[in-house]
């Protein structure tokens, strides 16, 4: 099994800046991580993906060029700097492990193993 602790998230103004961490710990976890979020009365929406090594990663349109996921495998944490944040990003931000170790992921059933979220609320 793969488990996985996000923290970072809180109440911040519009335009400001947070950044999410995921604490990845597992048997054998070594593959492509991901940032799902979830609003009340929506369904859960893609954020951002990266691959294992940090190479490449994906991004959805609504956070492409405010977003930007990293890793430090060092350290078996993912993270996800949120800048210039929007009242419509409020959510709850989790971090997903896919069940493979290699590639990028934009869809939920590809990731076996998700963590207990974090509340992102952003005020205007």
């Known amino acids: 099994q793969v488990q996985l602790v996000e923290s970072g998230g809180g109440l911040v103004q519009a335009g400001g800046s947070l950044r999410l961490s995921c604490a990845a710990s597992?048997?054998?976890?070594?593959?492509?991580m991901g940032w799902f979020r979830q609003a009340p009365g929506k369904e859960r929406e893609f954020v951002a993906a990266?691959?294992?090594?940090?190479?490449?990663?994906l991004y959805s349109d609504s956070v492409n060029g405010r977003f930007t996921i990293s890793r430090d495998n060092a350290k078996n944490t993912v993270y996800l700097q949120m800048n210039n944040l929007k009242p419509e990003d409020t959510a709850r931000y989790y971090c997903?492990?896919?069940?493979?170790?290699?590639?990028?992921?934009?869809?939920?059933?590809?990731?076996?193993?998700w963590g207990q979220g974090t509340q992102v609320t952003v005020s205007s």
């Open positions: 997903a492990a896919l069940t493979t170790p290699w590639g990028l992921s934009r869809y939920s059933d590809e990731y076996g193993y």
């Open positions: 597992g048997r054998t976890f070594s593959g492509g």
């Open positions: 990266i691959n294992r090594i940090g190479s490449s990663t």
